[in-house]
């Protein structure tokens, strides 16, 4: 039987539904293996910071104990793969529900996938950003937004990013999969991607017509 400490974690206070969320899954995860979850450790603060005060104490328990540090999502951890690799070789045991198969490759591979990702976001929002301001747009305020529209706007940002994050990593399960096994099977594949957890852009359930859709696009 493993002993866990779970790590959840959100940049922000608003982000409550990002914590449960990850909360449920780790309950999921353990009551399907019949493991041990020792402590759930949470914490609301940027990924980019990587002197995190839980996440230092999460992982020294680990270390100490000889617990897995269990999380759900990689960039949870962090977006910084040089960082993954420190707590790795400190002696941390990781364990990522999104990424049951994780070990040195795969966390080259994904972490420098997160990084990228990361990088890229940062890019396209200065450059946006500044070709909105050569062409003379007055950039907004949420101040000067009504209750409402933040409400909506807000709404609307949490529906895209988890419609995209869904669709995202439901893809990398698919290539590491191939990269693992050296062959595709949608029926396969549908059935690992549901027993995770994972779920469509539309919040439903993997068929192999829709794993068939995902790869071809």
Known sequence: MENYIAYVRTSTGRQVLGLEEQQFRIHQY???TGDNLVEVVIEQESGKNNKRVRLEYATNHCIKHGYTLLFTKLDRLSREVEFLFTLRNKGVKLRCIELPELNTLTLGIFGSVA???RELISTRTKNGLAALKARGVKLGSPQNLTNEARIKGTQSIIKKRADNENWKMARMFIEHFQMKNGYINYT?????LNISGYKTRKGFTFSPSIVRRLINN
């Open 30 to 32: 353990i009551q399907s």
């Open 115 to 117: 990084q990228w990702e």
């Open 188 to 192: 396969k594949i549908s059935k690992e």
